[in-house]
């Protein structure tokens, strides 16, 4: 059962942005799969990450996407790398902008670090060219 917070109005705008940004299908998988200890961090990240910095009209989502890809790598986080990768490439940054983001990291973050940053984009890239491949033999198998 989801807590009463859900239905708090910083909760339901904090909810639309992030499925808009990280992708519907991973916030309710997350969301489903909360339970009484995990559901503070939920309740936490929405609201104040997605509903109230990524909500302001200081940045446009697409100079929010660069600053993840910096910080995340400089962090070292891949996996949320990956995920904001892929949020980044949703926001309009394209595939060539997000390279030369990572590049410019090597320099501030360290070569490891970026390496590893590198290693996720490319990964991102092979899911998101192997999910658009397989939407589109499903089109011309529709067709027939």
């Known amino acids: 059962m989801r807590p009463a917070f859900v239905r708090e109005s910083l909760f339901r705008k904090g909810l639309k942005i992030r499925k808009q940004v990280i ?3 991973y ?3 997350r ?5 009484e200890y995990t559901w503070p961090f939920e309740e936490l990240a929405t609201k104040s990450a997605w509903g109230m910095i990524w909500s302001r009209p200081g940045l446009p989502r ?3 996407s660069f600053l993840n890809l910096g910080v995340l790598t400089a962090l070292s ?3 949320e790398l990956r995920l904001h990768i892929r949020a ?3 926001n309009g940054l ?3 902008e997000i390279a030369e983001a990572l590049l410019h990291c090597a320099i501030y973050c360290g070569y490891p670090k970026a390496v590893a940053a ?3 984009m490319r990964e991102v890239y092979e899911q998101v060219d192997g999910e658009e491949r397989r939407k589109a033999a499903r089109k011309k198998t529709k067709r027939r």
């Open 23 to 25: 992708g519907a299908e």
């Open 31 to 35: 969301l489903q799969t909360a339970n």
């Open 62 to 64: 697409k100079i929010r």
């Open 88 to 90: 980044a490439l949703r």
């Open 77 to 79: 986080l891949p996996h």
């Open 118 to 120: 590198l290693r996720a």
């Open 94 to 96: 394209t595939r060539k």
């Open 27 to 29: 916030v309710e998988r």
